[in-house]
């Protein structure tokens, strides 16, 4: 480049080294395009020899979280998507089509709920909410033109564990896909692709990531599942950014971690609030495997409580309507991830202006739990 004027200069000047100096972390590929040194080049892509092309439709740091998720699931392929929410529209859009027919959980994650019953009917696509905790009701509610069963592994916000293996039978019995929204559980807690689910979702928003600073989804399944949710992904433009891919790979490297020490921290949580005279319920799972329960407590304050003063009263607790970061957080499920429900639905959930959800974060367990109970204190009439 020595006989090039400083404009032309100041354009191509950074593009010269094609080497990665051996970086031990994997570098972020913020490019919306790659090139190509000839034709022969540009045609092996599409031979399927050269892996990139666009980013829209694949680039290193988005492959790289999508294999690290389908290796921690255990399943052939994954692929990222823009959020949580986008990854679950391309997972239904690639098994279900319009005319098509979904049993759906009543006790979803918000976001999702609205998502099945309000938009996709937009598509064609019906849906039935039934309680997944009863295998009668799901089998009645089977049609001929159901493609899917879909429920999350550990329900928001009463955190009912599903019995994924029961899932998967009726499925199978009824050549229906399964699709389980892992979220709440992660991987390091529950594995369903191993116990025969089709899809496994993730909003890596929360857990995967684990920082609350990068909005992401992954979904994970065989090779061929995943060809057609990527080929959703992108014809609906939801792909993850680069950078943000590379956040969430990043947190990925300290999920074990985090959720040892988070499940642990939620355990002591709802071990010590079940004593607790001012709560009249909390809601932690029996058991979901050897790993751990989740990180979630939901509890239900006594009528002595003030709700707004309690809210007011957390100090370095922040009221946040997520979940599954390092710091402890709560949310108000009536206020934020409930709000749209049905007042019926709300009702037949249990969800009331009582109830609030507990984020556990990696701090001192026993600090967690004074901060909480202060707040408590400090409420009552
Ligand atoms: C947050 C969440 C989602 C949606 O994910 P986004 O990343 O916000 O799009 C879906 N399912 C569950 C269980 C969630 O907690």
């Not at 905790?133 to 564990?161: H, M, S, V, W």
Request: glycine residues 8%; proline residues 3%.
């Amino acid at each position: 480049m020595r006989d090039v004027s400083f404009d032309t200069l100041a354009v191509h000047q950074s593009l010269k080294g094609k080497s990665h100096f051996t970086s031990k972390a994997t570098p972020i590929y913020q490019t919306s395009s790659f090139s190509f040194r000839n034709l022969d080049e540009l045609e092996s892509y599409f031979e399927g020899e050269t892996p990139y092309l666009y980013t829209r439709y694949g680039n290193p740091n988005t492959d790289e979280l999508g294999s690290a998720v389908a290796t921690l699931e255990g399943a052939e392929s994954g692929v990222a998507a823009s959020s949580g929410m986008s990854a679950i529209l391309a997972g239904i859009l690639a098994v279900a089509k319009n005319g098509d027919h979904i049993v759906a959980c009543d006790d979803l994650y918000g976001g999702t709920y609205h998502l099945l019953d309000a938009e996709l009917k937009n598509f064609g696509i019906a849906v039935s909410f039934v309680s997944f905790g009863n295998e009668q009701e799901i089998r009645e509610a089977i049609r001929e033109n159901t493609k899917l069963l879909y429920t999350e592994t550990i329900t928001n916000p009463f955190l009912r564990a599903e019995n994924i293996k029961k899932l998967v039978d009726i499925a199978r019995e009824h050549s229906l896909f399964s699709m389980v929204d892992n979220t709440f559980a992660t991987p390091y807690v529950l594995q369903p692709y191993k116990d025969g689910v089709d899809l496994v979702v993730h909003s890596a928003t929360k857990y995967l990531g684990g920082h609350s600073d990068v909005s992401a989804g992954v979904i994970a399944g065989s090779e061929t599942l995943i060809q057609s949710v990527r080929q959703k992904i992108i014809s609906l433009g939801a792909n993850l950014s680069p950078f943000e891919a590379w956040l969430t790979c990043r947190g990925i490297k300290t999920l074990a971690l985090r959720m040892e020490k988070q499940n642990q921290n939620a355990q002591f949580m709802a071990d010590q609030l079940k004593q607790n005279a001012n709560i009249n319920k909390v809601y932690f799972p029996e058991f979901v495997s050897e790993k751990g329960n989740g990180a979630i407590v939901t509890i239900e304050l006594s009528s002595q409580c003030d709700i707004r003063t309690f809210f007011a009263s957390l100090g370095w607790i922040k009221i946040v309507p997520s979940l599954g970061g390092v710091e402890t957080s709560v949310s108000y499920p009536l206020g934020t991830s409930h709000r749209n429900l049905p007042l019926e639905a709300q009702e037949k959930l249990g969800i009331n202006d009582r109830v609030i959800r507990i984020s556990v974060g990696i701090e001192s367990s026993k600090e967690i739990v004074n901060q909480l109970l202060s707040a408590i204190e400090a409420s009552l009439i």
